[in-house]
């Protein structure tokens, strides 16, 4: 019922100061429905960032921006350590120096590193003055808080929206493409992003030993498709839900898998992410004559860590890090003269196994991942179960691999030759969507599997 009555509500509020104000209430309402407590948390941080805006506008050029810039940054990254990171320093100065420091049982807020950075983004902008300060609390609080992408992305930047939260509309073609994407991100989600975890579950929560090579391989790989299926559903029923009220968020992800080699994912991939650490941390003039390299670990390493508090993110970042390293030092004009078919061959090699440092928090469990993928051990290269597994779920699979292309942007450009076409297109897509929506609607009825990734966020 939140969304139609929210939709309701907000179509009948006749002016955009009534339209904001009702999104924020239902923003708020729906952050506090899941976090009754950390709504206050919320709240707090979008007042004080709010206010950290206006000093900085006040004392621009002069040493108040600064001090407001600083208070700021520390504020904003010292709730994240408190919430996201204090447990895992305390623990690993425990095992380092064999103390016994306390080790804080703090519950994450949901939601609260997206929100931390769109705060984050928004004051380094206006000490920047590439942003005005926002001068009016609501509307910045709306855009902390703004439901279709509080508690998993993306990060939206301010200026990305700022004409927005005084003026839009939502138009009939905004409407059919929001409530597209919303089904398409719904179905990614709950259709295949579900159904996919169940089997990497099947491989990887037993005794990893006994996992075959190919079982292991194969198993990665299909995990590597839920996390991009799930992730990217998120951001599409995010932007979709955007589109409804009028707001135009940039694209998250864009078929990743098509990429040629390992900056190619990342220009792909968890783009609101990337851009963020890209504008913000690589120029960083902390390294000297060494900055291009150093911030570039820099980056990857707070990429790693910022997925979540376990060495294997950093590891996971880290990783990645060198394969980017590897291609910045070959160079564009050398990386284009191997042949595609080898770039593609590489990069799926990279991104699949950096997926099973993703997956496998506890550093014994992957160092027995990284012995399975080569076969050191006794567990075989190949056995009945992984056979079994890709019959069972081989229409599933197929349909997983054709997804991660651009089909309905295809379908789109084709049916746009003539009219027939087009309208054929409009009513194939009304009847996908609807039926996208009622399989959706099913399946999460009688689920029992539907992991919730972000909450490591």
């Known amino acids: 019922m939140f969304l139609p009555l929210c939709l309701l509500v907000y179509w009948l509020a006749p002016k955009i100061e009534y339209k904001n104000n009702v999104l924020l209430l239902f923003s708020l309402i729906f952050y506090a429905w899941g976090e009754p407590l950390w709504v206050l948390l919320l709240v707090f941080s979008a007042t004080a960032n709010y206010l950290f805006g206006l000093l900085i506008e006040k004392y621009r050029g002069k040493a108040g921006a600064k001090t407001a810039l600083v208070s700021s940054l520390v ?8 919430f996201k990171y204090s447990a895992f320093t305390a623990e690993n100065i425990n095992a380092l120096f064999s103390i016994h420091l306390p080790v804080p049982n703090i519950r994450l807020p949901i939601g609260i590193s997206f929100y931390t950075f769109q705060t984050i983004s928004y004051v380094v902008d206006c000490y920047w003055d590439k942003i005005r300060a926002q001068r009016s ?32 509309y939502a138009t009939a073609h905004d409407i059919s493409e929001g409530l597209t994407r919303i089904m398409i991100g719904l179905g990614k989600k709950v259709i295949l992003s579900n159904h996919l975890s169940t089997i990497v579950d099947a491989f990887f929560t037993g005794d990893l030993d006994q996992v075959s090579v190919v079982g292991t391989w ?54 609101s992410l990337g851009t963020f650490f890209r504008d913000y941390l690589l120029y960083i003039p902390i390294f000297g004559k ?79 991942f990284f012995k399975n993928l080569i076969g050191v051990g006794s567990n075989g290269f190949i056995d009945e179960f992984t056979k079994l597994s890709v019959a069972n779920n081989l229409y599933l699979l197929i349909g997983a691999v054709i997804c991660c292309f651009p089909v309905v942007e295809t379908l789109e450009k084709l049916a746009k030759k003539s009219e027939g076409r087009q309208l054929a297109f409009g009513v194939l897509q009304a009847a996908c969507n609807g039926a996208l929506l009622v399989t959706s609607s099913i399946l999460l009825v009688d689920a029992t599997n539907n992991p919730f990734l972000y909450f490591r966020f």
């Open 75 to 82: 504020l904003n990254l010292g709730l994240l350590f408190l």
């Open 137 to 168: 609390y609501s509307k910045f609080l709306l855009y902390v808080s703004m439901f279709p992408q509080l508690v998993a992305g993306p990060i939206v930047r301010y200026s990305t929206i700022e004409p927005e939260l005084s003026k839009r």
């Open 218 to 271: 194969y198993a990665v790989a299909v995990y590597a498709m839920q996390i991009y299926f799930d992730f990217s559903g998120y951001s599409d029923m995010a932007i979709g839900l955007g589109r409804l009220f009028g707001f135009h968020f940039d694209e998250n992800f864009r078929y990743p898998f098509l990429c040629k080699d390992i900056t190619e994912f990342w220009q792909r991939w968890h783009i």
């Open 290 to 368: 060494r900055r291009a390299y150093g911030g570039l670990f820099l980056v990857w390493f707070c990429t790693g860590l910022w997925h979540g508090a376990s060495w294997n993110y950093i590891i996971w970042g880290l990783y990645f890090g060198i394969f980017i390293c590897f291609e910045r030092l070959l160079g564009k004009k050398r990386i284009r003269q191997i042949p595609v078919a080898v770039r593609h061959i590489y990069s799926k090699i990279v991104i699949v196994i950096g997926f099973g440092i993703f997956y496998f928090e506890k550093l014994p469990q992957l160092g027995q």
